[in-house]
Antibody
Framework: QVQLQESGPGLVKPSETLSLTCAVSGYSISSGYYWGWIRQPPGKGLEWIGSIYHSGSTYYNPSLKSRVTISVDTSKNQFSLKLSSVTAADTAVYYC???????????WGQGTLVTVSS | EIVMTQSPATLSVSPGERATLSCRASQSVSSNLAWYQQKPGQAPRLLIYGASTRATGIPARFSGSGSGTEFTLTISSLQSEDFAVYYCQLGYTFGQGTKLEIK
């Protein structure tokens, strides 16, 4: 069974960089698929942030592209998100998920709430 | 950029009745449309992919249909556990969601 688990600080100060990691178990990232980050502000809908392949190839949401970096560490079977220059608008639950060959997100982490506040 | 628009924003239905949720694309798209269910405090769960294929373990009362720009999620006989928010998704774009509430 594929499992994903997000980890990282739950509180980030404005203008700083948000950093999260997604640990994958039950499947080797090196075997394929894209792996992505999605966020959900409190009470709002889902927003795709970006995705990465095991080779390191990335796709980012154009609205966030200038601030986002997603990287992969196949030796640890995990991938990471960095979002720079955060503001209160970046407060959200951040999910990591697998993007399947059928173009959907079939496995999700439980999500982690990140609050941007001084 | 393709925009996915869901309607209605909120749908009130009684248990045992049928619910029909809509998702419209701003332009004709492939049939790689997916539907998700999200309950409070939980991650979204994949229900339907390829517009009409149920994901593993999803009950038969959930069905998807549509093509081109119009897609539909139907829940044939609502159970108490079905009241949640539903999202459609195409590629990297999500609809804004439909909240299915008890009437």
């Amino acid at each position: 069974q594929v499992q994903l688990q997000e980890s990282g600080p739950g509180l980030v100060k404005p203008s700083e960089t948000l950093s999260l990691t997604c640990a994958v178990s039950g499947y080797s990232i090196s075997s394929g698929y894209y792996w992505g980050w999605i966020r959900q502000p409190p009470g709002k809908g889902l927003e795709w942030i970006g995705s990465i392949y095991h080779s390191g190839s990335t796709y980012y949401n154009p609205s966030l592209k200038s601030r986002v970096t997603i990287s992969v560490d196949t030796s640890k079977n995990q991938f990471s998100l960095k979002l720079s220059s955060v503001t209160a608008a970046d407060t959200a639950v951040y999910y990591c998920a697998r993007y399947s060959s059928s173009a959907n997100f079939d496995y999700w982490g439980q999500g982690t709430l990140v609050t941007v506040s001084s | 950029e393709i925009v996915m628009t869901q309607s209605p924003a909120t749908l009130s239905v009684s248990p045992g009745e049928r619910a029909t949720l809509s998702c419209r694309a701003s332009q004709s798209v492939s049939s790689n449309l997916a539907w998700y269910q999200q309950k409070p405090g939980q991650a979204p769960r994949l229900l339907i992919y390829g517009a009409s294929t149920r994901a593993t373990g999803i009950p038969a009362r959930f069905s998807g249909s549509g093509s081109g720009t119009e897609f539909t999620l139907t829940i044939s006989s609502l159970q108490s556990e079905d009241f949640a928010v539903y999202y459609c998704q195409l590629g990297y774009t999500f609809g804004q969601g439909t909240k299915l509430e008890i009437k």
